[in-house]
């Protein structure tokens, strides 16, 4: 199964054509995708424990 991100989701609208290709929305989505990558990678390496237990604060 591919993962929804922000990059795949800019492109696919693309290829449908309800987005047309503009740098600001790329460059946006380029934004997004590091952000995405980030939390992503976060919540791979933060034990869940931590946040229920009030660690986390």
Not at 16 to 23: A, F, L, R, V
């Amino acid at each position: 199964m591919q993962s929804v991100t922000p990059t795949s989701q800019y492109l696919k609208a693309l290829n449908e054509g309800s987005h047309q290709p503009d740098d600001v929305q790329k460059e946006a989505v380029s934004r997004l995708e590091i952000i995405y990558q980030e939390l992503i990678n976060r919540q791979a390496t933060s034990p869940q424990d931590e946040w229920a237990n009030g660690a986390g604060r």
